[in-house]
């Protein structure tokens, strides 16, 4: 399913896969939370707690994930402070939800303290 992130300033899409844990995300949409930022990684607040089912610490460039510890969602677009290389590291395991297409360069442009919204497409 298409699902829209939209800040202040910016709007993308993400396809979200089929797992459990995005199909009880998508059942909650919309959702209006607050950004936050980790190195190159956006992550919010969703406001409940999901399935940590099939929670990995391998996450790539583009990748959308639930991050059970922190009940939030996270867009990996580069290195992390957790990272050892270039490619994203998250902080604990995450559940990868779905994947965008959106340019590392328009994800800097988000800043931490933005209004997001995640509604269906």
């Given at each position: 399913?298409?699902?829209?992130?939209?800040?202040?300033?910016?709007?993308?899409?993400?396809?979200?896969?089929?797992?459990l844990?995005?199909?009880?995300?998508?059942?909650?949409?919309?959702?209006?939370?607050?950004?936050s930022?980790?190195?190159?990684?956006?992550?919010?607040?969703?406001?409940f707690?999901a399935?940590?089912?099939r929670?990995?610490?391998?996450?790539?460039?583009?990748?959308?994930?639930?991050?059970p510890?922190?009940?939030?969602?996270c867009?990996?677009?580069?290195?992390?402070?957790a990272s050892?290389?270039?490619e994203?590291l998250?902080a604990?395991?995450?559940?990868i939800?779905?994947?965008?297409?959106?340019?590392?360069?328009?994800?800097r442009?988000?800043?931490?303290?933005e209004?997001?919204t995640?509604?269906?497409?």
């Amino acid at each position: 399913m298409k699902v829209v992130f939209k800040t202040e300033q910016n709007s993308f899409n993400v396809q979200f896969n089929d797992s459990l844990t995005a199909r009880e995300i998508l059942k909650k949409l919309p959702i209006n939370s607050v950004v936050s930022t980790w190195g190159d990684e956006i992550y919010f607040d969703i406001g409940f707690k999901a399935s940590a089912e099939r929670a990995t610490m391998e996450v790539s460039v583009g990748d959308v994930a639930y991050w059970p510890q922190g009940k939030c969602l996270c867009i990996f677009f580069g290195p992390t402070p957790a990272s050892t290389s270039q490619e994203p590291l998250p902080a604990s395991p995450v559940v990868i939800v779905g994947k965008t297409e959106v340019s590392p360069r328009e994800l800097r442009d988000i800043q931490l303290g933005e209004k997001i919204t995640v509604e269906a497409a």
